[in-house]
């Protein structure tokens, strides 16, 4: 089976400094990898993926992630947070050993602080 | 991109009653839907998998019986929760995706608040 990780269950950041979070896949050949954000009781909503091509893939709202083959990373990154930033964030892997399914890591909790 | 509804919003149910919930997917043809539910502040957990004219696929541990799932069209899944208790309160998503594999989004509905009382 196919699978993401998210190491930090929470990142706290001042606003205007840089975000990242993290995320580190385990698949079977090439990934497909995803990274979505949620406000408080919403949906998900998609903010960008990495199929094929660029590393580095630009998403919504000013985020992009790198794609990094030999860390197995798939790191979320925004230059300048903003509070509006703060949500809850899951890294998606679609695994193809199991109908293309999503499989979600645990999500991590971001806090921008004014 | 696609829009995926979700009705109720919110809804709050007495112990032992059904409430059911919807799942439309506005604007494209939704050949497979996925209900998942989520607890505060957790990851989402697959219930199951529905295919348009087909029976729900349900994951290990979720019990078909309890959380019946229909999807009649290609626009139209519903989850029903029966003889609900409150352990059952959560936090329900759907999601579509136009076809099957690799090619094809999945998008999310704005999920659904179940309290039960």
């Known amino acids: 089976a196919q699978s993401v990780a998210q190491p930090e269950d929470q990142v706290n950041v001042a606003e205007g400094n840089p975000l990242t979070v993290k995320c580190t896949y385990s698949?079977?050949?090439?990934?497909?990898l995803f990274w979505y954000v949620q406000y408080p009781n919403r949906g998900l909503q998609f903010l960008l993926k990495?199929?094929?091509?660029?590393?580095l893939v630009k998403g919504s709202y000013g985020f992009e992630a790198e794609f990094n083959k030999s860390q197995t990373s798939f790191h979320l990154k925004k230059p300048s947070a903003l509070v509006s930033d703060s949500a809850l964030y899951f890294c998606?892997?679609?695994?193809?050993?199991?109908?293309?399914?999503?499989?979600f890591g645990a999500g991590t909790t971001v806090t921008v602080r004014a | 991109g696609a829009v995926v509804s979700q009705h109720p919003s919110r809804v709050i149910c007495k112990s032992g009653t059904s409430v059911k919930i919807e799942c439309r997917s506005l604007?494209?043809?939704?050949?497979?839907m996925f209900w998942y539910r989520q607890f505060p502040k957790q990851s989402l957990m697959l219930m199951a998998t529905?295919?348009?004219?087909?029976?729900?696929?349900?994951e290990q541990g979720v019990e078909k019986d309890k959380f019946l799932i229909n999807h009649a069209s290609l626009t139209l899944s519903t989850l029903t929760v029966t003889s609900a208790h409150p352990e059952d309160s959560s936090f329900y998503i759907c999601?579509?995706?136009?076809?099957?594999?690799?090619?094809?989004?999945?998008?999310f509905g704005p999920g659904t608040r179940l309290t039960v009382t």
């Open positions: 698949v079977s050949g090439n990934p497909y």
């Open positions: 529905s295919n348009e004219g087909s029976k729900a696929t349900y």
């Open positions: 604007d494209f043809q939704a050949t497979t």
């Open positions: 999601s579509a995706r136009a076809g099957t594999r690799r090619s094809y989004e999945q998008y």
């Open positions: 998606a892997v679609r695994d193809i050993s199991n109908d293309y399914k999503l499989s």
């Open positions: 990495y199929i094929t091509g660029d590393n």
